[in-house]
């Protein structure tokens, strides 16, 4: 069943996540959100920190992993 509840931040952070969750500012992550630059910034948490999921290439062509775990979302920096 799909969880259709709707949490607030304090409610969600509460709930418990698995390992690879994260409670992160999306700032940190992308190099541009305003531009919807959404490539990964060197130091990204996201980098290395996602599961394998059968895909070996991200959005733009390039082959993934390229570190020791893939990166979370559409960009393999």
């Known amino acids: 069943d799909e969880d259709t ?7 969600w952070q509460g709930v418990g996540h698995d390992k690879h969750s994260q409670v992160i500012n999306p700032q ?4 541009d959100n305003n531009t919807g630059n959404l490539r990964l ?6 980098i ?21 775990a ?4 559409a960009d393999e920096k």
């Open 5 to 11: 509840r709707t949490y607030t931040i304090t409610l």
């Open 28 to 31: 940190s992550l992308f190099e």
């Open 41 to 46: 910034r060197s130091l990204s948490p996201a």
């Open 48 to 68: 290395d920190s996602g599961v394998t999921t059968g895909l070996t290439y991200d959005f733009e062509g390039d082959s993934r992993p390229k570190g020791s």
């Open 70 to 73: 893939p990166d979370i979302g």
